[in-house]
């Protein structure tokens, strides 16, 4: 038998019938394009006005849409933020009445700036010759004057509040460069004011480890050699060289290691700046001087970058901002590169510069479209940079709706014949003639029948796997998901109604123009076919495929027949393939470093990997907070999408600690987790115990009476800040302070200090403390895995589980305790990402088989399908084992956006193969 493929079909009928929706729908195409075109568009550009209107576009940067709002831990971070805000440090003044406040000339700490000094690996950045190139590039900054206009150091430094001068960069270098004290031999001031070395770099970098070297390093100027000397240790200057300096374990024994490729110096600015009379004095203003003096400060340091062969690296957030905000701008113009890239195609495939150019712009107005209807159904604040990835998306997703509706339209015009009287034409002025019109109507229904049907399985499947990112509890990622989705949607509404309309205006108009490029697009030629009788298909409802083109042909002619041919050993090859792919994909693993979301070239991604890698230990430890006196937040009623929908604060009303026992517990309670696990070097901030120091440091008895405990509380607090500046403002009643995501997250991430840490009621008349924290410096790095954090989490919740059973502390209302801290919110992302893109994909996986299922009633098709899916889903989790990496958000994403496309290419192929006219198997999928 010369057709051995005996399996046949039922051919599926492509024909209307007069008055039905479709018949109705391609009249309107054919005979009224350019009214239906210019409505459909013009409604959609008065929507994309509407969307920016109602809705005015900014972009998200705090990094909060990542944070997991569904978890406890954060919920127990924002527990603290929002109390912050309703609460207040000392209860004898309002947020913003600072006038009677001892505030001298930039003593409130406002900014800083970090410069590094960096070598390459084995080297030694404490060599005399860089010690004096080190000190000589941070005096020309210290020495940046005012002079014409510009902004000077002495302008904006950290000022001490006892002598008003600069305070010194905390560095090593003032006591490589400390001055002799006179009549002390061997004894030296650390003030940096010498213009040479006082000792070899080596014995002074001993000096300050070794404990045993006392009375070298003081801050003295008399004869008294001894007074306010620095203790030495092996961990004292830890922050300033880079791991595996001094001592091998901080024992003091054998022989210290005295090099270091890398050294920090940290400069600090102060407000108010002068002429203003506190630092929320026109805030903006002396915030914008800080920022003038940071670009002539970053501009010296790149001149002098490579003196003496070091990299001089410099981070802070405003500078760090500038630098996203170029590669936003960069990344913006990939974008624009990206669309010139797939419009140049378009015009290549399409030969028509008309049919790309209306293709584009329908795609990208689906942009604004999807903006507005997901901020109507998720009002997601601002747009997190996440979402401007569904620009790329939508490009190829959009191109190729595009080319299945031209290319089902070229097709139709040799599989639709004209009938009896239907003559070809050769003018423009033939082609609105009523017997070319009547073909035209019946092409577009051929076209438009299997197009819109073969776009609607893929756009529902496509869509239907984005929305699943839904699933995922990373707010960034469900509205990425949404919003995709969106534009998936109102790209197809756009291609099956706009579209439509620009085929005929190019078949009427636009393809007898001339354009740049009409010397490499073929010249139409008219599609002219034997005369046949009505209805007069080809018997074997097959395809002439001598009348298509190339690609046609060697998919028709050597493709499928060799897919056919070895399809036992393809199947086999795909089954072995599979069996191997899943069994690395089952490999894949949650990353145990944070994301990375620059390529190790980039200039800031060394700088933040120098921090993290190259140091002894970081400048701050992350902390650990012990909280009282509060309830996790109740969040009831907010948006889970919108970074800035915050819930409300609950107080523990039974919080009492005014009685002696109970001040006496709470500081037994900060001495025996000073004692516990995961805290660096003791390092516990105590307020009770702070407080204690105050009332004996002014001739009184501690525990104080228990009627006198608040008012002295409140005292103290009041006290505080006239030593110590102003306590921050979280209530948005000063222009330093905003309740927004931004500035939560920046609190999230900052350092606790006392005025934290004790808290009274905001509006309340007289003195209400509402809660206060006992915060832990602990072992933990910034960088630390979620691996390494969640022994450190389990263990503080067994000791707070162990101590608020205990009837000593229920006796005085410490039994309500609970822990939180930023690294938490860390550790649940990376716990959550591996199990969430799982769910995700097979959530994605599971719906497009209920859409296929139900849009082509085959469930034998739909079934291969979802395998097919399936081998490309896992062949790519395993490619990403294959390359050694591990799941982090960045492939986490990824994930997302793969289901959504694997989908789209395998629709295609079985929608072809159902709706083919070909009655054998062989046939129809040749035909697809």
């Not at 002098?304 to 500078?319: A, C, F, H, Q, S």
């Not at 002894?616 to 909280?627: D, G, I, M, N, Y």
């Not at 120091?693 to 607090?717: R, S």
Request: with cysteine; proline share 4%; charged share 20%.
């Amino acid at each position: 038998s010369t057709n051995p493929y005996s399996i046949t079909f039922a051919a599926p009928s492509a024909m209307t019938h007069p008055g039905s929706l479709l018949d109705r729908i391609t009249d309107l195409f054919v005979k009224r394009p350019l009214i239906l075109g210019l409505s459909v568009m013009l409604l959609a550009i008065l929507l994309a006005g509407v969307s920016f209107a109602a809705y005015p576009f900014a972009i998200e940067t705090s990094g909060s849409g990542f944070v997991p709002k569904s978890a406890s831990e954060y919920e127990d971070q924002e527990t603290i933020l929002i109390a912050e805000e309703v609460t207040r440090f000392n209860p004898f003044r309002t947020p913003s009445n600072l006038t009677n406040l001892n505030m001298p000339q930039q003593t409130y700490s406002e900014d800083d700036l970090t410069i590094l000094f960096v070598v390459s690996s084995g080297d030694n950045v404490f060599t005399p010759d860089r010690l004096s190139a080190m000190n000589d590039v941070i005096g020309d900054l210290m020495a940046l004057d005012s002079s014409d206009g510009k902004v000077g150091f002495e302008d904006v430094c950290l000022r001490d509040r006892d002598t008003g001068t600069c305070a010194l960069p905390r560095s090593l270098l003032p006591f490589f460069f400390a001055e002799d004290i006179a009549g002390c031999p061997g004894a030296f001031n650390p003030n940096g004011q010498s213009s040479t070395l006082a000792q070899q770099p080596s014995t002074t970098v001993l000096d300050l480890i070794d404990p045993s070297n006392t009375n070298v390093f003081c801050s003295t100027t008399n004869a008294n050699c001894t007074a306010n000397c620095r203790i030495p240790g092996p961990a004292s200057i830890d922050i300033y060289v880079q791991a595996g300096f001094g001592y091998v374990n901080d024992t003091v024994t054998g022989d210290p290691s005295l090099t270091s490729d890398v050294t920090r110096v940290v400069i600090d600015f102060g407000l108010p700046l002068q002429g203003y009379k506190d630092i929320d004095d026109r805030y903006d203003e002396q915030v914008k001087k800080i920022e003038e003096f940071l670009d002539r400060a970053d501009s010296l340091l790149k001149d002098r970058d490579g003196v003496k062969d070091m990299d001089i690296r410099t981070l802070n957030d405003y500078l760090f901002e500038l630098y996203f905000l170029k590669l936003f701008f960069r990344d913006t113009a990939l974008i624009a590169v990206a669309i010139v890239i797939v419009l140049s195609y378009m015009i290549f495939h399409l030969q028509s510069v008309f049919l790309a150019l209306t293709g584009m712009l329908h795609i990208m107005i689906s942009f604004p479209l999807a903006y507005l209807f997901c901020q109507l159904s998720m009002d997601f604040g601002g747009m997190g940079l996440l979402n401007l990835m569904s620009l790329f998306i939508i490009l190829g997703i959009g191109a190729d709706d595009v080319f299945i509706l031209v290319d089902s339209w070229k097709q139709s015009g040799l599989s639709v014949e004209r009938k009896v009287g239907e003559e070809p034409i050769y003018h423009q002025s033939e082609e609105r003639h009523e017997q070319n019109m009547a073909w035209m109507k019946r092409r577009m229904v051929h076209a438009y029948s299997h197009a819109a049907k073969a776009m609607l399985i893929t756009s529902l499947t496509t869509g239907a796997a984005f929305v699943m990112n839904l699933t995922s509890t990373v707010p960034a990622i469900q509205i990425f998901g949404g919003f995709t989705a969106f534009m998936v949607l109102f790209n197809y509404l756009l291609v099956i109604t706009y579209y439509p309309c620009m085929l005929m205006l190019y078949e009427y108009y636009a393809k007898y123009w001339s354009s740049f490029i009409s010397c490499c697009v073929k010249t139409p030629e008219p599609i002219v076919h034997d005369v046949i009788p009505k209805n007069g298909d080809r018997a074997d409802g097959g395809i002439e495929i001598e009348r298509y083109r190339s690609v046609e042909k060697l998919f028709y002619k050597r493709y499928a027949p060799f897919v056919y041919d070895y399809r036992y050993f393809i199947v086999a090859g795909f089954i072995v393939f599979f069996a191997i792919a899943l069994g690395f994909a089952t490999q894949l693993e949650a990353s145990d470093e944070p994301a990375q979301f620059l390529p190790d070239s980039d200039p800031l991604q060394q700088t933040l990997d120098i921090l993290a890698d190259r140091f002894e230990r970081e400048e701050s430890q992350p902390q650990l907070s012990v909280v009282y006196g509060l309830k996790r937040i109740s969040m009831k009623g907010t948006n889970p999408y919108d970074a800035s929908s915050t819930g409300k604060t609950r107080f523990d009303t039974s919080f009492d600690v005014s009685s002696e026992t109970a001040q006496a517990r709470f500081i037994a309670l900060c001495q025996l987790y000073r004692d516990e696990q995961y805290v660096y070097n003791g390092q516990v901030l105590c307020p009770m115990e702070a407080f204690r120091d105050f009332v004996v440091d002014n001739g009184g008895v501690f525990p104080v009476p228990q009627a006198d405990f608040v008012t002295l509380l409140a005292n103290f607090t009041r006290a505080y800040e006239d030593t110590n500046g102003p306590a921050p403002d979280y209530s948005g009643a000063t222009s330093s302070t905003k309740q927004d995501a931004a500035s939560r997250e920046a609190r999230r991430l900052s350092q606790l200090e006392l005025y934290q840490t004790i808290r009274f009621d905001l509006e309340a008349a007289t003195p209400t403390l509402r809660y206060m924290l006992i915060v832990v410096n602990t072992t933990l790095s910034a960088v630390s895995t979620g691996s390494e954090i969640e022994p450190m989490y389990d263990h503080w919740n067994d000791v707070l589980s162990a101590q608020n059973k205990l009837q000593a502390n229920k006796d005085v209302t410490l039994d309500n305790g609970f822990q939180t801290a930023s690294v938490y919110i860390d550790m649940v992302l990376e716990n959550t990402l591996l199990r969430a893109a799982v769910l995700g994909i097979a959530a994605s996986i599971s719906l497009a088989f209920v859409v296929i299922v139900i849009l082509t009633s085959d469930f034998l098709l739909s079934l291969l399908a979802i395998i097919s899916i399936g081998g490309v889903v896992t062949s790519l989790i395993a490619l990403i084992v294959w390359m050694g990496w591990s799941l982090s958000i960045l492939e986490s994403i990824c994930m997302t956006i793969l289901v959504g496309l694997a989908v789209d290419y395998v629709i295609h192929m079985g929608q072809a193969y159902r709706e083919s006219k070909s009655t054998t198997r062989f046939d129809r999928v040749r035909d697809a």
